[in-house]
């Protein structure tokens, strides 16, 4: 039977969640492996969200548990260009914009069209 060290026992739950996720995020994770191309190196950038959490309790006759979680997210948010020794932060323009003002017009003809055809099935 394995039984865990006294410094593994003393880590409590969230500390081990925060050491797991911390190893898993790191400037490699954030900026991504440069591309050459013609003379062009490309350094790819994301944004790094990560949290955890945890938690545990016991109630008189019905037992008791805990548990935690953790999660990371990573989002592209645009690139750094390297050319004739000069560098340039490039964003990634987001394209929800655009969506949103394609699907208000869509709900916009939609909405027109109701009353033509409840006029016609009358």
Known sequence: MHTPSTSAAATSLPERLAQQL???VSAQTIYGTPVERDG???????RAIYGFGGGGGSKANEGEGSGGGAGVALTPIGYIELTDGKSRFRPIRSSVVPLVAVSGLVALLLLRSVPKVLRRNL
């Open 22 to 24: 911390g190893s898993s």
């Open 40 to 46: 062009i190196t490309i350094i790819p950038v994301a």
